[in-house]
């Protein structure tokens, strides 16, 4: 019985390594069909051989045209499924969704930070996710810094705004804005209800804590152990701005795990029972 059960659980699982194999190949597709596709947003943003600075400040005005998601959008029936499997989901959509189909629900900064990040990351631009944090030590909104001129410069593509520097006319730095409050509230003069009182720049992190359970439990540790700037200097892996690589990456872990398993529980299965040879062996000793 107890053989039978081990050798059911073994086909079972790797019936389930299998099935994991196959959508992480699906998932894979899915990321290279959306490299290709944001390669090709890149080139209508601008051509090959446009300087890094003007290409940042096209795709900076590009990310900001945003709206909410709509399926009808997005042109392929596939497509539009994904999309419609994204927005449904607990996190951000992906670059490809948003800039097609629109941002999800949960919050458009996150959507439309990732954008542009995706598209400069291709173009070969260093770019990076900021998070500010409230007075209430909360993640409230995101933003997105572009190393420039070995600076990291402030955009907001939510808002469509980034700040520049009175000094040389550059754009400003988190540091600059976490300094000079009037330069932050210049934003006020186009959107008076950008609340400056909230977003705080001299609270940033690169990494969401918050997103899984017990994540944010350590930062606050850090903090208390005197280590929040290393808590800041931190930054979100790569692959999360990128879905579907994250994805085809959990379900060909997960099913290298299943067929693992399925080894272990089929290990010794092989063959006849050592009781069954050695009973046989008796009663051919007693006959012979």
Same mark, same amino acid.
């Given at each position: ?14 019936i389930s390594a299998a099935c994991f194999? +196959?959508?992480? !190949? ?38 900001? &045209? ?32 948003? !800039?097609?189909?629109? +941002? ?38 995101? +933003? ?9 410069? +402030? ?7 980034y700040w520049v520097r009175p000094r ?13 409050? =009037?330069? !932050? ?25 918050? &997103? ?41 872990? !997960? ?5 693992? =398993? ?27």
């Amino acid at each position: 019985m107890i053989r039978r059960i081990r050798r059911r659980t073994a086909q079972v699982l790797t019936i389930s390594a299998a099935c994991f194999a +196959v959508l992480g !190949l699906v998932a894979f597709g899915v990321g290279t069909s959306n490299s290709r596709f944001l390669d090709a947003v890149n080139r209508e943003i601008a051509p090959s051989g446009t300087p890094p600075f003007d290409r940042v400040l096209r795709t900076f005005a590009r990310c900001s &045209k945003w709206d909410y998601f709509d399926a009808n959008r997005i042109g392929s029936p596939a497509q539009q499924w994904l999309g419609r499997l994204e927005h449904a989901s607990p996190f951000h959509v992906s670059a490809r969704t948003a !800039l097609t189909g629109g +941002v999800d629900q949960c919050g458009p900064c996150g959507a439309t930070s990732r954008s542009m990040i995706v598209l400069l990351r291709r173009a070969g631009i260093p770019a990076r996710k900021a998070i500010l944090y409230s007075p209430r030590d909360r993640a409230v909104h995101t +933003v997105v810094e572009v190393r420039i001129n070995d600076e990291w410069r +402030v955009f907001d593509p939510t808002y469509g705004w980034y700040w520049v520097r009175p000094r040389d006319g550059a754009i400003a730095t988190a540091d600059d804005l976490g300094r000079d409050p =009037a330069l !932050l509230a210049r934003v006020l003069e186009r959107y008076p209800s950008y609340p400056i009182d909230e977003y705080r720049y001299d609270r940033v992190y690169h990494l969401r804590w918050d &997103k899984i359970p017990g994540l944010d439990a350590v930062r606050r540790l850090l903090m208390r152990a005197g280590q929040d700037d290393f808590a800041r200097r931190l930054q979100t892996p790569p692959i999360y701005e990128r879905p579907a690589y994250l994805s085809a990456s959990i379900l060909c872990v !997960l099913g290298a795990l299943q067929f693992f =398993a399925s080894r272990l529980a089929s290990y010794g299965l092989g063959g006849e029972p050592q009781w069954q040879v050695g009973e046989w062996a008796g009663r051919r000793r007693a006959t012979s």
